[in-house]
């Protein structure tokens, strides 16, 4: 305790398949922040007791396209969304700059599926 919750998280990475750099901030809402202070009663499945957790957790999941979606989640609790983003185009690139613009390869499983599917933009 005596630690308060973030109002806002940057966020930074990069999107090998595109390949592409994003960043955002994250807005907090004080609703969000008030959820994440209370205690919520939860049956635990991995105890097999009622207990009373707090949502302990933000999760950020990172798409293609730059898109960031925020849920806030306990060890026995069900995530609750808290915002999706639309990341901007980082222009410094990957690797802070110091790759001269190279990205990593993807995996050869990677390439193959995207080859099969393509990128699932929108999927989010």
């Given amino acids: 305790m005596g630690a308060d919750l973030p109002r806002q998280i940057y966020v ?3 999107s090998k398949v595109e390949p592409q750099t994003y960043h955002t901030r994250i807005d907090i809402p004080e609703s969000v922040r008030n959820i994440m202070r209370k205690k ?14 707090y949502r302990e957790a933000i999760v950020i999941g990172l798409a293609p396209g730059g898109i960031a979606k925020v849920w806030v989640t306990g060890p026995c609790l069900s995530p609750i969304t808290v915002t ?8 410094v690139g990957p690797w802070d700059g110091n790759s001269n613009g190279v990205y ?3 995996s050869a499983e990677s390439q193959a ?3 099969k599917f393509g990128v699932p933009y929108g999927s989010w």
């Fill in 40 to 53: 919520e009663k939860v049956f635990c499945r991995f105890t097999g007791k009622n207990e009373e957790q």
């Fill in 104 to 106: 990593d390869p993807i």
């Fill in 113 to 115: 599926y995207i080859e």
């Fill in 12 to 14: 930074r990475w990069q």
């Fill in 84 to 91: 999706k983003v639309q990341a901007k185009v980082d222009p």
